[in-house]
Each structure stands twice: as structure tokens, then as C-alpha cells.
């Protein structure tokens, strides 16, 4: 229920996204980045080098699960390539947030330990972004790669400090150009 609940105000906050300024290619786009966070992606461009990527998504493991949401604004500079239209690179900061659950049941049957420990809570930090797009021009498509590293500054013992893992590859639908 909670994940639907997540969910739905994602998709009532992106909902609630406007503007007509054009950027690299497209204005708006929504899709989803495989990776992690395997997450719904929205990116909206106020000017032809400044975009914001807005992004929400699970991660989970054996023993345990978060749900992470996040905002990146980004700069765009276009990549000179011979007969290539709209393909940039980009870099970006912006922050995140984690609601996690953690729960070592896992470890203490696989190292035959006899406690148990559950935990909850939420997490906060900052990120950077670096990646590459490409909108194709016949297609209402957008795909790019991406790496996102980042400090969490506050979050569970094993997730605190640097985070290299986040980042992915991504389909956008373009919404409008």
C-alpha cells in the first residue's frame, strides 16, 4: 500500500510540472531509468543548456529495501559529432531522500548468528550527475546514460558517507519539443 501511495503522489507531482521553454532536442520527457534506482524519471528544460531531472524508485536487496526520490538541476553542452543532431553531454548537482527498511534475518540464518535486528528511517543527501543524451529526431524519444555519485549525510550506518552505485540507463518519452 505504501509503495502505492508513493507512487501516486509521484505522479501527481510531475502532473503538476509546466512551462514553454524549449531545450536540447525537446521541453519535457518522462520514462524510466534502469538501473539504480530502477525509478519513473521526469526531465524538464527551462533554457537550451539548463534541465531539471526529477526521479522516484525502489532499490532493494536481501535484507533490505528503500524507496528513493530525487532532484538534479543539470547543464547541457552540446557533443560535435559530424551529421549528429541533438546529442549532449551533461553534468549537475542536486539532492535526494531515502525511506528505508532494513532487516538482517538473511545474515543471521547465513552466518547461523542468533539475533535479529529490523530498522527504519530516512536518509538525506547530496548527488552530482554526469551522462550523455540523445534525441532522435523521427521518434518521440529520448535516451541517455548517466552516473549519479553522491554523500548521504544522513541515513543508516552502512549508507552514510560516499554513494558511487546510483545512475543507469534511460528511455524518455517526449512529452513536448
Given at each position: 500500500m505504501n509503495r502505492l501511495?508513493?507512487?501516486y503522489l509521484t505522479i501527481v507531482f510531475i502532473a503538476c510540472l509546466s512551462g514553454s521553454v524549449a531545450g536540447q532536442g525537446y521541453e519535457s520527457a518522462v520514462g524510466i531509468r534502469f538501473g539504480y534506482p530502477t525509478a519513473v524519471t521526469y526531465k524538464k528544460h527551462f533554457s537550451e543548456k539548463t534541465a531539471v531531472d526529477l526521479f522516484a524508485g525502489f532499490v532493494s536487496s536481501h535484507y533490505w529495501s528503500s524507496f528513493d526520490?530525487?532532484?538534479?538541476i543539470q547543464f547541457h553542452y552540446p557533443i560535435e559529432v559530424a551529421n549528429v543532431d541533438n546529442l549532449n553531454w551533461y553534468w549537475g548537482l542536486g539532492?535526494?531522500?531515502s525511506f528505508w527498511n532494513y532487516n538482517d534475518r538473511f545474515y543471521r540464518y547465513y552466518y547461523y548468528r542468533?539475533?535479529?535486528q529490523e530498522d527504519?528511517?530516512?536518509?538525506?543527501?547530496?548527488?552530482g550527475n554526469v551522462g550523455a543524451q540523445y534525441t532522435f529526431d523521427d521518434l518521440p524519444?529520448?535516451?541517455s546514460?548517466?552516473?549519479?555519485?553522491g554523500f548521504m549525510i544522513h541515513g543508516i550506518y552502512y549508507h552514510r558517507g560516499f554513494t558511487g552505485s546510483y545512475g543507469g540507463v534511460t528511455a524518455r518519452y517526449v512529452l513536448s519539443r
Open positions: 501511495i508513493h507512487l526520490a530525487g532532484l538534479i539532492g535526494r531522500v542468533y539475533w535479529d527504519k528511517g530516512t536518509g538525506f543527501g547530496i548527488m524519444l529520448n535516451v546514460i548517466d552516473w549519479m555519485p
